[in-house]
């Protein structure tokens, strides 16, 4: 449903924000599109949506080229952006019977279908206030039901929990779980690699304009794998003697800037217990011992094997 | 004082851009505009034009300056900076000292670009020494009684719709245009038509533009003076008392 | 969460009615800006009128008032616009622009939606200013159905003007350039008033006054008033008028789209 094929952009003649990417979301799944900021996702989704057009390259959006159909694209899909981009100065519901119908609904269907989005969403209280007085939370609520008036075939939902509080993040998964039971194609962009981990059907990875990852979630973990162990002594002096007790274990690092050492930990608990059994022994006053998931960073460390800035 | 000085200089940092030229070039636009457009229709006897409406010109750029006054002291009142101010160990009128300067600073300036344009189309200073620094004076102490009230206004009222959408600005724009308009500084009174000439003669912007016209020439009325000075003096004891208290005011 | 409503098709006229009806929703939730956008160019008229209308009778042996009301119905329409292309670049901020570009609507909807919101706008004003000048002593010579032209010169004014303002706001950074456009554009306005009279400016200030798109358009609606020959005048402005859309239009559309890409 959604492809792109060797897409360029270069802004000013100098500012390659893509540089060849290639990748397919198909019908009906969702699509994470990871990356730090500035790799060139918005830029993605921008070009997908018809605000850009690509300097070399082609997109297709649900059958049409960006380029060529941009009208038909325009018809097919709905857009969230990290800015919500609603009117403020018009109530809730009067944002989504204003899209509604600039979309082709007649007024009564428009109010008819505001009224079962702002149900669905839970803002019965808010619908009727300028969106200028709703806290981020209520806002994004609107603008992501607002993208939806019209049930596109392909919805682009750029960062669209970010800054939000957990509660209302979970809000917007369960809403993209929803929509791609029903038959939708999502891409969506983020940050996080557990957002993108509990959403996607499929993982790509952006670093400076290029896919450097493509994949499920699976096998993206795999790739990078496991969880890490991680241990931080009380008196950074210590660091060094932790380091003697776990150096043989496989990948282990130091890292004296954070005073941390981590071990990758691919048997998850049983190499934390290891860990944990060494630096027991040698009797050091710990900060912090914990397993935890792999981040951002260091899937693209695995990846790239050098650090993103 | 070195938070009034801080806090001042930020003030000027902060609008240098936009502001002070702003003022500078108003207030050479509007008396050439006004210039153009009336001296030939308008009879000022035998003054020159230029002589005639420089006064009112200077008058017309502190009201303009004064509404830009309020929206600045309504930003600062509800700016996360301005709310900042009010923990530290500064002075409550501090903020308030700050902007009367900058206000006073802007209004010098002002007159400058004033007189330098005057001079261009003819007016000249006719009174001497003193006078020309009572003029000078007496423009300084009208700008602060309206920079008083309008940082009283945009400090009181700042939680309200009306002056946080900078509408009351644009509120004050007419009634400001009418007595600038209809005064005697822009046309002598019998030029209005005769019902309205009363009004004309004895408002504040008249009264004061007549006394800054007579300092330029070099000579003014007692009774002028005296009313000028009145109100002048007037509206910076009520407007001063009214500023400070807003200032002083927590919620 | 398929609809099944049914969708009609993209409508040119549709869509600006909807654009219109939007910023004439945010206008009515803002009654101060509007009230003082349409009284504004009223309290002018009768401030001027006060001031210059007794020396102008004895100048020209004219009443002013026929060069006032023009002057001041039309910089009304051209404040107007001006405030309300200044809230342009607040909607850029937003990323309101781009959202709507992305829907399924006609590229030149959301610009040909805020024109018709002005033009209705300037429609109130300049009823009211006229209604007004007929008080102030205005008559209608050529007949009372001139006043029908006489109203919508304005609003012809404010679209055309709205458009060479929104081309010049969808792309500068600041309102500097906007605000100077504006200035320039109100002292042509005044500058044709006929008070000063054109007789009386030097020869080079004449050619300057007279060649301006200010000019014909304030002296037909004078003529309208007066009852004399507004044909030529009425030729030169809708040349001006055709020429200034022709080249700020498609630099509006263009402006947009540049700005919802961005």
Redesign the interface.
Same mark, same amino acid.
């Given at each position: 449903m959604i492809e792109l094929n060797g897409v360029a952009k270069t802004f000013d003649g100098a500012i390659h924000a893509l540089q060849d990417v290639s990748f397919s979301v198909p019908t009906g799944t969702v699509c994470g599109l990871l990356g730090h900021n500035g790799a060139g996702k918005t830029t993605a989704i921008?070009i997908l @949506?018809?605000?850009?057009r690509p300097t070399s390259g082609h997109a297709i959006v649900a059958g049409y080229d960006v380029v060529r159909d941009p !009208?038909r694209v325009? /018809?097919s899909?709905g857009?969230t =952006?990290q #800015?919500?981009?609603? !009117?403020? /100065?018009?109530t809730g519901r /009067?944002n989504l019977v204003?899209?509604g119908?600039?979309? =082709?609904?007649?007024r009564k !269907?428009a109010r008819?279908?505001a009224d079962v989005l702002i149900d669905q969403f839970d803002m019965e209280d808010a619908a009727d206030r300028?969106v200028i007085t709703y806290s981020i939370g209520m806002m994004r609520r609107i603008d992501i039901a607002?993208a939806?008036v #019209? @049930?596109p075939k392909v919805l682009f939902l750029d960062e669209p929990t970010t800054g939000l509080d957990p509660r209302s993040r979970r809000a917007v998964w369960d809403t993209v779980a @929803?929509?791609s039971a029903?038959g939708a194609t999502v891409l969506l962009t983020t940050q996080y690699l557990e957002e993108a981990d509990a959403l996607s059907d499929s993982i790509v990875v952006i670093d400076h304009g290029r896919v450097i990852a493509n994949g499920t979630a699976e096998e993206l973990k795999r790739r990078v794998g496991f969880s890490y162990c991680t241990v931080s002594p009380v008196n950074p002096a210590d660091l060094s003697k932790i380091w003697a007790a776990v150096a043989d274990l496989k990948d282990a690092q130091s890292d004296d800037e954070s005073n941390t050492v981590s071990v990758p930990a691919p048997d998850g608990v049983v190499t934390f217990a290891e860990v944990f059994r060494r630096v027991d022994q040698i009797d050091v006053e710990l900060a912090d011992i914990s397993l935890r998931k792999p981040s951002l960073d260091e899937v693209f460390l695995h990846i790239t094997g050098n650090v993103s800035t | 004082m070195t938070a009034v000085a801080a806090l001042t200089e930020r003030m000027i940092r902060i609008t240098a851009r936009d502001d002070l030229p702003f003022a500078i070039l108003a207030t050479a636009g509007i008396f050439g505009f006004f210039n153009f457009a009336l001296r030939n229709v308008i009879d000022t006897g035998q003054t020159n034009y230029a002589q005639y409406i420089l006064p009112v010109i200077i008058i017309q750029v502190t009201f303009l300056g004064a509404l830009s006054t309020v929206d600045r002291a309504a930003h600062d009142q509800r700016s996360g900076f301005g709310i900042g101010i009010r923990t530290l160990p500064v002075p409550v009128v501090a903020p308030l000292i700050a902007r009367m300067l900058y206000c006073l600073l802007r209004g010098v300036l002002a007159l400058l670009a004033a007189l330098a344009v005057g001079y261009l189309f003819g007016f000249r200073m006719g009174g001497g020494f003193l006078y020309t620094a009572a003029f000078v004076i007496l423009v300084l102490l009208f700008t602060l009684a309206l920079s008083l009230g309008a940082d009283a206004t945009g400090t009181g009222a700042a939680r309200s719709a009306i002056v946080r959408t900078g509408a009351s600005s644009q509120l004050l724009l007419i009634p400001q245009m009418l007595l600038v308009m209809l005064s005697t500084g822009m046309a002598p009174a019998d030029s209005f038509p005769d019902w309205l000439q009363s009004f004309v003669r004895y408002q504040p912007v008249s009264q004061v533009t007549q006394t800054l016209q007579g300092f330029a020439a070099g000579g003014v009325s007692v009774s002028n003076l005296a009313t000028s000075l009145a109100w002048c003096l007037g509206l910076l004891v009520v407007f001063g008392a009214l500023a400070v208290r807003m200032q002083r005011r927590t919620e | 969460?398929?609809?099944d &409503?049914?969708?009609?098709?993209?409508s040119l006229a549709?869509?600006s009615f909807?654009f219109a009806g939007?910023l004439l929703?945010?206008w009515r $939730?803002?009654p101060v800006m509007t009230v003082q956008a349409l009284l504004y160019p009223t309290f002018l008229l009768i401030a001027y009128d006060l001031l210059v209308g007794k020396s102008i009778l004895k100048i020209t042996g004219r009443d002013s008032i026929y060069g006032l009301v023009p002057t001041c119905a039309i910089a009304g329409a051209m404040f107007g616009a001006l405030t309300a292309s200044l809230a342009i670049r607040v909607e850029l901020d937003?990323?309101?622009l781009? $959202?709507?570009? %992305?829907?399924? %609507?006609k590229r030149a909807s959301a610009l040909t939606g805020r024109l018709v919101a002005e033009a209705v706008r300037t429609l109130a004003g300049s009823i009211i200013v006229t209604l007004v000048g007929v008080l102030l002593g205005l008559r209608f010579e050529g007949g009372w159905l001139a006043v029908i032209p006489f109203i919508l010169v304005p609003v012809a004014v404010a679209v055309v003007f709205s458009t060479v303002l929104i081309a010049i706001a969808v792309r500068s950074k600041s309102s500097m350039a906007l605000i100077l456009v504006g200035v320039f554009s109100v002292s042509a306005v005044f500058a044709s008033s006929g008070a000063p009279p054109v007789e009386t400016l030097p020869s080079w200030a004449r050619l300057l006054v007279q060649f301006q798109p200010m000019y014909p358009t304030v002296q037909y609606m004078r003529a309208l008033a007066e009852g004399g020959p507004g044909l030529q005048p009425l030729l030169v402005s809708l040349i001006w008028a055709l020429a200034l859309t022709a080249v700020f239009g498609p630099l509006a559309i263009r402006g947009y789209r540049a700005a &919802?890409?961005r």
């Open positions: 921008k @949506s018809t605000l850009l !009208d325009r /018809e899909i857009t =952006g #800015v919500t981009a609603l !009117d403020w /100065e018009l /009067e204003l899209f119908r600039l979309r =082709g609904m007649r !269907d008819l279908r300028r607002a939806l #019209v @049930s @929803s929509l029903q | - | 969460m398929t609809t &409503a049914a969708l009609r098709k993209s549709v869509e909807l939007r929703t945010h $939730r803002e937003w990323g309101l781009p $959202r709507l570009w %992305v829907l399924p %609507v &919802a890409g």
